[in-house]
């Protein structure tokens, strides 16, 4: 054994979107034989506010690097209110991912608890997290495949290129948040992005990102209060859309999540806000992150944007008139869908009981996205504008594009 972590003692995972992944075991029940090099830090703080340092997303960050490199790859430290070990060991984390309910058992810290709620995916384990896992893995394997679900990503598509018609700049990584929560919300709940609904949930998810993974200070004003709110916010906004669900159309088929799954399930009403938030959770903010990192590289990368380019003008020419984009057109697109992230050096989508259950899903909606992007509009970036983790993924500066529309209009 690479650590002297006792069978059921406390592991965890902070694995992220971001290309690495880190595994912070906190240790609780027993003193292990040896423990890693490291340090502990200031009393009750530890490490945190070192390790909480903004950075460029293409890297490690000071943090790890000085650690790594003074401690080796797996070092203690004391982190969000406990002691912990670090892992920037692909082996081990995948190790530790892979043995999850065996030898080891998924934990987060209690300020983590608080933010996410108590029956979050995340959170949960043994039968609890199957049970909850099931609903969410058949609502994608759904969702995948349906084709009417399909065409709403191209509406919505269509529908943004055309409210960028007379604009020579936008900030890009706004519009994709706005543009994978409006899917999300549509296919669970039935909501169209021009409810006031809507907007007021996007609000409070950017509210709760920023404090997500924040200095745990439930004082007034902190990031991690102002998100503590916002969550309870969105879960009783989603309460009182469910429970109107529940009053008014059992029995009429709207084809959502609502309809499919949680009116005919055995969930509760807690478990059923909780599931929903996940859901439009995990589907909006990494599907974003990732339609904003592809923007951001190909306006870096003009000649891997051409080649894209005619990819897509091959496919739409290929297509009879109107005819709109589905699951086959998206096998098609090849060099799109291609997946450069998942090697052996980066594990992008977790592992083991816990690993992503919709990438393909993320990637479908990614690249309908960028048929229509790169078909009417040409874009440039800004040099001082790159991705920086927080350790959420934020832009410097929004990733605000310059944009032109091409010869071919929508
Ligand atoms: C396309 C980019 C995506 C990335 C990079 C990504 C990444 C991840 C990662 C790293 C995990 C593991 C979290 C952990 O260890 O606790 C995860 C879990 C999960 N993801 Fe994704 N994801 C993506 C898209 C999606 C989409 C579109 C959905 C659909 C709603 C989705 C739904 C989920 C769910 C439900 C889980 C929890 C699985 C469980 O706990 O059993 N993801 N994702």
């Avoid at 070192?50 to 950075?55: I, M, R, S, V, Y």
């Amino acid at each position: 054994m690479p650590l002297h972590v006792e069978p059921n003692s406390v592991p965890r995972t902070l694995s992220s979107a971001s290309l690495y992944v880190n595994n912070v075991l906190n240790i609780f029940k027993q003193e292990p034989i040896s423990l890693p090099h490291g340090s502990m830090g200031w009393p009750l703080l530890g490490e945190t506010l070192g390790f909480l340092k903004p950075h460029k997303s293409n890297s490690m960050g000071s943090f790890l690097q000085q650690h790594c490199s003074r401690y080796g790859r797996v070092f203690k430290s004391h982190l969000f209110g406990y002691p912990t070990i670090v892992s920037c060991d692909l082996e081990l984390n995948a190790y530790i991912l892979q043995n999850e309910g065996r030898l080891f058992q998924s934990s987060y810290p209690k300020p983590v608890h608080d933010i996410l709620g108590k029956l979050s995916l995340m959170l949960v384990c043994g039968e609890l997290h199957k049970k909850l896992r099931n609903v969410a893995v058949s609502f994608i394997s759904t969702y995948k495949s349906r084709p009417d679900l399909h065409h709403y990503v191209e509406k919505l598509s269509i529908s943004v290129m055309k409210s960028w018609k007379d604009r020579q700049q936008v900030l890009f990584f706004k519009e994709a948040k706005q543009f994978t929560l409006h899917l999300m919300l549509k296919n669970l709940l039935n909501i169209e992005p021009e409810e006031p609904r809507a907007l007021t949930i996007l609000e409070d998810f950017l509210t709760f990102m920023k404090g997500f993974v924040s200095l745990p200070l439930y004082v007034p004003g902190t990031p991690y209060t102002k998100a503590v709110k916002a969550r309870a916010r969105i879960s009783s906004t989603l309460k009182e859309i469910i429970e109107e669900r529940e009053k008014s159309d059992l029995g009429i088929a709207k084809g959502d999540f609502v309809h499919d799954f949680l009116l005919k399930g055995s969930l509760n009403m807690e478990e059923k806000v909780s599931i929903v938030m996940d859901l439009l959770l995990a589907g909006y903010e990494t599907t974003s992150g990732l339609l904003a990192l592809v923007v951001h590289f190909l306006g870096q990368a003009p000649s891997v944007l051409e080649q894209l380019k005619d990819e897509h003008q091959a496919l739409s020419r290929s297509k009879k008139k109107g005819e709109p984009l589905s699951w086959e057109h998206y096998k098609k697109m090849e060099l799109t869908s291609k997946d450069p992230a998942t090697s052996k050096k980066v594990t992008p989508f977790g592992g083991g009981l816990r690993l992503c259950p919709g990438p393909e899903l993320g990637k479908v909606e990614t690249a309908f996205f960028l048929h229509h992007l790169v078909l009417n509009y040409r874009w440039k970036t800004r040099e001082d504008d790159y991705p920086m983790s927080y350790p959420y993924m934020e832009f410097k500066k929004g990733l605000l594009l310059e944009i032109e529309p091409t010869e071919k209009r929508i």
